[in-house]
């Protein structure tokens, strides 16, 4: 625990409760409730974090760690845990409101406390970490037997199994006996939890901590589940973190949250249950957040962002485009804007930019080279400080670069993969990066190409940047699904944009590069496949959260032969009737 912590209990009838305290006591105060089969320790990598802005405190609840266990599951119901918690408060923040921190029951004991009347003007905020509302997880419970979803209800009967086993007469002295030891039950959370383990945590006396702390259970569940009822509305801001990797509790518990914590705001932490050690400078960093804002009166309503669930979420969200000063990249960001987002136009062309800007409607201009990662450094503090983190981010802008492999310079190779691939990987790593620390979710779409699909004697060097992207783009999705966050590769095919025009063929005279430019775009416009149909497409995607949008026909027979037969798909490379 950190260095000067107050260790003292406090008596209330009769059970002995064993408090921590770290931190200026004038401080704002954050109460810290563990769970089963937990004792304050788990907490002390968050206290570390928190006790130099704040008064933090922790407790052992009745049953668990220094605290004395009463006998029998009738002394442990939600009105004991409450005033066991009202009797903390008072002990360590007399007549002040505290901001309480729930994790799995302190969590669920923390709902029935943000709830009652009986707290006002003791709770300042409430935030629950991988707990949500007892009521809640038994309607989830029930609900997939009600509509006949027989394999869903048996994927949540299995998470519960535990439950089920601590319910039943001698099942604590069982599982903590006879199946578990300290021993084991460290070896359970550091190899398959990926929970650090030392000598404090778990407690040496976690074999009784988890059988006394079974009458959580037994007092609690039965009556809910026999007279099921609804909670009252929370009475205080709410903030709920919720586990992606969590094996005992379904994200599903936690949807009817909203109906009774109006505002609330919800965080997505990548890692298992007990995130508080396995995450705790990032659970610490969204406490300490919540809580400076609550102390301020600027709390502001969290949204979820939703990964395929349509379109309908952009209203007010924030959404940065890059090349949007002409073709793709505007169409898509004015298509955004029409779904309500508020876009950011961002390109290296200052006076494109600013056209773009006067023509959709509520964007903001921002002049930068993709290619330039100092550049991209500078314009990400700018946005994140000024508008805040973007919910859609699209890597569109890029540049193309024609002839043969053995006619490009260094310097080509250069710029293109400055600008194709570092550009849209530091799009990715500056606004990904801030999406996973919000934990609010969100969307990052990279600008690929028919041509990743296919070789090409034509393309070799473009090509290549762009079939990066697309492996980009997929090993990205897997590492940020667990934050909420969809990432999508779109892959057009013969689009008419400024690129044509804009495009170096290399290994020709200046005279020869303008006559291929002119008769490449005269190609791709009698084509007539649009920004705006490509803008739609990616709309739609993002709504799905699709892994590859491929956009075009022509793009969607490239995919086929290179995946069904890749030996024409060489045959066409070699006779070079891809298009430019």
């Known amino acids: 625990m950190s260095e000067g912590a107050d260790h003292r ?3 209330r009838d009769g059970v002995r409760l064993a408090i921590v305290c770290a931190g200026d006591a004038s401080a704002p105060t954050v109460v810290l409730v563990h769970g089963y089969p937990d004792t304050k320790e788990v907490w002390r990598p968050v206290i570390d974090r928190l006790s130099s802005e704040y008064h933090v405190v922790a407790y052992d609840v009745r049953g668990a760690g220094g605290s004395s266990a009463p006998r029998g599951p009738a002394a442990y119901g939600f009105a004991e845990l409450q005033a066991d918690f009202e009797a903390v408060c008072e002990a360590v923040a007399p007549g002040r409101r505290v901001h309480l921190v729930g994790h799995d029951w302190g969590g669920i004991a923390g709902w029935e406390f943000a709830t009652a009347a009986a707290l006002d003007g003791r709770l300042a905020s409430f935030t629950s970490l991988a707990g949500p509302a007892l009521g809640h997880a038994i309607a989830a419970t029930r ?6 979803r027989i394999l869903q209800a048996l994927d949540r009967l299995r998470r519960s199994w535990y439950i089920v086993a601590l319910l039943l007469p001698g099942g604590p002295t069982l599982v903590w006996r006879g199946l578990l030891s300290r021993e084991r039950w460290a070896r359970t959370l550091e190899l398959v939890e990926r929970v650090p383990v030392d000598e404090e945590y778990p407690a040496a006396g976690v074999s009784a901590d988890g059988r006394h702390g079974a009458n959580l259970y037994r007092r609690n569940i039965p009556p809910r589940v026999l007279r099921p009822g609804h909670l009252l509305r929370a009475r205080v801001p709410v903030q709920i ?18 109906r009774i914590a109006p505002g609330l705001r919800r965080r997505t932490v990548a890692g298992s249950h007990w995130a508080q050690r396995s995450r705790p400078a990032l659970v610490a960093h969204w406490i300490n957040e919540f809580a400076r804002e609550v102390e301020a009166g600027s709390v502001a309503p969290g949204r979820r962002w939703r990964r395929g669930g349509g379109l309908a979420q952009l209203d007010g969200r924030l959404a940065l485009v890059t090349g949007a000063g002409s073709g793709i ?6 298509a955004l804007a029409e779904r309500g987002a508020r876009a950011l136009l961002v390109d290296r062309d200052e006076s494109a930019v600013r056209r773009a800007e006067q023509t959709i409607s509520g964007s903001r201009a921002l002049v930068c080279d993709v290619g330039d990662a100092e550049a991209m450094g500078r314009l990400a503090v700018e946005v994140l400080e000024s508008e805040g ?17 053995l006619c490009t310079e260094a310097e080509d190779w250069r710029r293109i993969v400055d600008v194709n691939l570092l550009g849209v990987a530091t799009g990715c790593r500056l606004f990904g990066r801030a999406m996973a620390l919000r934990g609010e979710g969100g969307h990052i779409v990279n600008m690929a190409s028919a041509a990743a699909f296919m070789p090409s004697r034509s393309l070799p060097v473009y090509s290549a940047t762009k079939a990066a992207v697309l492996m980009l783009t997929e090993s990205l999705r897997a590492e940020l699904v667990p934050f909420g966050i969809g990432v999508t590769a779109a892959c057009p095919g013969v689009i008419a944009t400024n690129i044509t025009r804009a495009t ?6 200046e005279t020869d590069q303008r006559r291929l430019a002119d008769h490449v775009t005269r190609l791709y416009e009698r084509r007539n496949f649009t920004p705006e149909r490509v803008a739609a497409e990616i709309l739609e995607a993002i709504g ?9 026909p022509e793009a969607k027979l490239m ?10 798909a060489r045959r066409l490379a070699a006779t070079d009737v891809l298009p430019v």
């Open 9 to 11: 209990s406090i008596t």
């Open 143 to 148: 609900e997939p037997w009600r509509r006949g």
């Open 241 to 258: 973190i919720v586990p992606s990797g969590d094996r005992f509790i379904s994200e599903s518990y936690y949807e009817a949250a909203e």
């Open 329 to 334: 990249g505007r169409a898509t960001a004015a």
């Open 389 to 405: 983190v973007p919910d859609v981010v699209v890597n569109n802008a890029g540049i193309g670069v024609a002839g043969g492999f």
């Open 504 to 509: 170096r063929y290399v290994g020709r005279s």
């Open 544 to 552: 799905e959260d699709r892994p590859v949008a491929v956009i075009t």
């Open 559 to 568: 995919r086929a032969v290179s995946r069904l037969s890749p030996r024409l």
